[in-house]
């Protein structure tokens, strides 16, 4: 596609839900970035995918949190056992070189 | 009008007006930085890139400023229009051993006034 794709733009799910946050990057790109935003603030690494391969996972903040990228395009999200504390807009971003990423609209997840 | 995109978190300028975003950053070994603009919504969306071997770079109707010496980064709208009303973020290249990771900052809220 033209640009980064994320589903679905919206979610709610109940406390102890798991999710799953999916992104269609930009055809092509190799590099591929989770992000997440809290309200009012910036948006906060999580992890990076270099084709299929997950070269950091530092910014995750828990062991709820899990991402892959099996077939080296398409990357889902998991957050377990859903926290109020996960309720943010999760980016999605790719690139090709690094330089310059482009984002999707993200996915805005409220945990009630 | 100015921010320091830290510290003032929110700008208004009229419509016309010039407007600077300030932004200081905290890795001296930073050797790429790029503005995005962000409308309610949306994700960030490119405006303007610098690399640390530039003090300045102009764009269309922008124009980034680079001072190493004191960290600090600056975005410049010429003739600010109602259509630049966004969330700017200044974000720093740090990159790794593992990879390229952008760190953003706070942001700053730019709001025209027609």
């Known amino acids: 596609g033209a640009g980064v794709s994320q589903s679905p733009r919206y979610k709610v799910a109940k406390r102890g839900q798991d999710v799953a946050l999916r992104c269609d990057p930009i055809?092509?790109?190799?590099?591929l970035f989770w992000y997440q935003q809290a309200l009012g603030q910036g948006p906060e690494f999580l992890t990076y995918?270099?084709?299929?391969?997950?070269?950091?996972k530092s910014g995750l903040p828990s062991d709820r949190f899990f991402a892959e990228r099996p077939e080296g395009s398409v990357s889902t999200l998991k957050i377990q056992r859903t926290q109020q504390e996960d309720s943010a807009v999760y980016l999605c971003?790719?690139?090709?070189?690094?330089?310059?990423?482009?984002f999707g609209s993200g996915t805005r997840l409220t945990v009630v | 009008g100015e921010s320091v995109g830290l510290h003032l978190p929110t700008l208004s300028v009229q419509e016309g007006d010039n407007s600077i975003i300030n932004c200081a950053y905290s890795?001296?070994?930073?050797?790429?930085f790029i503005w995005y603009k962000q409308e309610s919504g949306k994700g960030p969306q490119f405006i303007i890139d610098?690399?640390?071997?530039?003090d300045k770079r102009q764009g269309q109707r922008v124009t980034v400023l680079l001072n190493k010496t004191v960290k600090h980064l600056s975005l410049q709208i010429a003739a600010t229009q109602p259509g630049d009303s966004a969330v700017y973020f200044c974000?720093?290249?740090?990159?790794?051993?593992?990879?390229?990771?952008?760190?953003f900052g706070t942001g700053t809220s730019l709001t025209v006034i027609p």
């Open positions: 890795n001296s070994a930073s050797d790429y």
């Open positions: 610098i690399r640390s071997n530039m």
């Open positions: 995918f270099q084709n299929e391969a997950q070269l950091d």
């Open positions: 971003a790719s690139s090709v070189t690094g330089d310059g990423y482009t």
């Open positions: 055809s092509g790109h190799v590099s």
């Open positions: 974000a720093e290249y740090r990159g790794g051993d593992t990879g390229n990771q952008f760190y």
